[in-house]
């Protein structure tokens, strides 16, 4: 998929990867790197630019219109803080909500929920949920402002 400049056949493969349809209203850019792919729901009319990582083990669900720009994670899966229990693996779902716009470079951790009409800012790190028709940025993210 990731050698492919064909959009059709990039739908194709994505497709079987996370055993979904993939709508035609879908653009993707390779590369996108993704681990498992079967827990990933992608919708329509979302754009996913080059360079995504997908870690899907906790699941990922992108719903209609959503855009990502290059070099987005979407990392379902963490570790525990106590180093006694640090090599467990703490999957959670994350749940991008109708036309949220991640930007370049963003990083949303695993559990949270990136409400409707939402914005993640270039380069932040999403580590608790985000409301709709919101604009969240820096590290950790934080509100910005409300979208009217």
Known sequence: ????????????????????????STAVFPPLYI???????IGKNVFVNFGCTFLDLGGITIEDNVMLAPGVKLLSEGHPITPENRQALVPKPIHIKR???IGANATILQGVTVGENSVVAAGAVVSNDVTDNTVVGGIPAKLIKTID
Do not use: C, F
Request: no cysteine.
């Open 35 to 41: 681990n498992y792919g079967k827990n990933t729901r």
């Open 1 to 24: 998929m990731n050698n492919s400049s064909n959009p059709e056949e990039i739908r194709t493969m994505l497709s079987q990867i996370t055993e979904s349809e993939i709508d035609a």
């Open 99 to 101: 036309n949220a716009w």
